[in-house]
């Protein structure tokens, strides 16, 4: 019996996933519209990922895998609205909204991708400092040091040609 997901029943995880991120009407009241569209296509693009590796697994079992992730995207989306908009004043708060946001990032990603560098995600972190930066800017170099980390894979083999 063969219990792969449909394409149709793909799309409607997806877009059930996109309904509970949306509706997240705090991110929204937190941010300028800018960077609250920001995190909210952050958001989505990390969960359509995210539901697009279960399509080989029944619905009991992508539910199973899906949660944890869907729960750690919502809870960083939070944390980086809420520190985007001023809410970690010190560096002792900040270490601890550091902490969380790996945590949820190796929820979301999975153990295998490269995470930054705590001293790297504390140097984004002490960005919100500088009040030149706008919310929409410290989100953008946030993402850019997730997405940079991704690309930061240690190279084997290379030495062997």
Known sequence: MDYTFSMAELNARVERVIEEITGNETLLQMLDTDAATEMLNWGIATAKSIVSRTMEL???????AILPRLKAI???MRSIGNW??????????????????LNYFRTIFGEDRP????EKMDEVLNQVDDKSKTPHQLVLKLKQVLEESNQEKPHEGLSDQ
């Open 58 to 64: 029944d619905g009991f079992a992508a539910e199973l």
């Open 74 to 76: 919502r809870q960083a």
């Open 84 to 101: 985007a908009a001023g809410k970690y004043r010190d560096s002792a708060s900040r270490i601890q909204l550091r902490d969380k946001l």
């Open 115 to 118: 995470l930054p560098p705590a």
